[in-house]
């Protein structure tokens, strides 16, 4: 999907980039298959804030992702290919052959029309969903299921894609964008194709009040901050951290501190012992 440029009529446009919508099919997102989203604000449980610089986006509603497609052996046909202010990645709604309808993570080429099937013998086409043992290797997929039957976690965002680079011992060895490879059981389901919107990262936000629009609040350096209200505040002038390692507000190691615990370390140890993990 190409990007819009927009004309430099003030400060705030000049430079920006977003998004083109003339791909997309101009239609109203499907009722049934909305619910509300409430504003949590970077809040937690306890209503404390968990997740600093969050708040005050714009209204939206949620759209239910069918991420299982458990829908096996019935045909569906894309109705229309939407945006979601709620996600990177475009969204299309199926029309299945029984009248049900469902969202899914729309992969880039999908158009108005296409079908799509879910199915153990279903055909290596852009969309369909098969398990992972049925699709050839070297294939490009996404919304991987780690385990089968919960539903794909793998490759879900914006332009990304996961690699099927071996099928060994019924373990499937999954190339992930960062370089990393996954192991996970051959029976486990994966979509045909790369995800939409590759363009995503080119974005260029070009004001502030487009980012509070998306709910982003501001951030303050923290050497710009008083003694009292950061580990690395006061000094006459810019100063520099003056600690061996940053930290965070809370005074806690902010870079390179190792956050597995004890007992997953050991867990990985061992499972990395019976299973070997590849890594290029």
């Known amino acids: 999907m190409a990007l819009k440029k927009y004309k430099p009529t003030s ?9 083109d919508f003339s791909m ?3 239609t109203k997102p499907e009722k049934s298959l909305l619910a509300p989203k409430t504003s949590k604000a970077g ?34 046909k894309v109705a229309s290919v939407e945006y979601d202010p709620n996600r990177t990645a475009r969204i299309a709604l199926l029309a299945y052959a029984d009248g049900e309808k469902r969202y899914i ?3 880039d080429g999908l158009k108005k029309g296409d079908d799509i099937i879910t199915s153990q013998n279903a055909p290596i086409k852009l969309g369909n969903r098969l398990p992972v043992k049925k699709i050839p290797v070297g294939s490009i997929i996404f919304n991987v299921e780690m385990f089968p039957g919960k539903g794909g976690q793998i490759a879900r965002s914006a332009g990304t894609a996961a690699k099927l680079m071996a099928i060994e011992g019924g ?10 490879v996954m192991l996970v059981s051959e029976e486990a389901f994966a979509s045909i194709g790369q995800v939409s919107n590759l363009d995503h990262n080119k974005v260029v936000i070009g004001k502030a009040g487009r980012a509070r629009w998306m709910g982003k609040r501001p951030e303050v350096r923290g050497s710009a901050m008083n003694p009292v209200d950061h580990p690395h505040g006061g000094g006459e002038g810019r100063q520099p951290i003056g600690l061996k390692h940053p930290k965070t507000p809370w005074g806690k190691p902010a870079l390179g501190y190792k956050t597995v615990r004890k007992k997953k370390k050991k867990l990985k140890q061992r499972v990395e012992k019976e299973v070997p993990i590849i890594t290029n």
Do not use: Q
Not at 11 to 19: E, N
Not at 47 to 76: C, L, Q, Y
Not at 171 to 180: K, Y
């Open 11 to 19: 400060p705030g446009r000049r430079g920006m980039l977003g998004y």
């Open 24 to 26: 997309l099919d101009k």
């Open 43 to 76: 809040r937690g449980s306890l209503g404390t804030i968990t997740t600093r610089h969050r708040g005050g986006a714009v209204k939206k509603r949620f759209r239910i992702i069918d991420f299982k497609m458990n829908k096996f052996e019935i045909p569906a």
């Open 105 to 107: 993570i729309a992969p």
């Open 171 to 180: 373990l499937a060895h999954i190339g992930l964008p960062s370089g990393r």
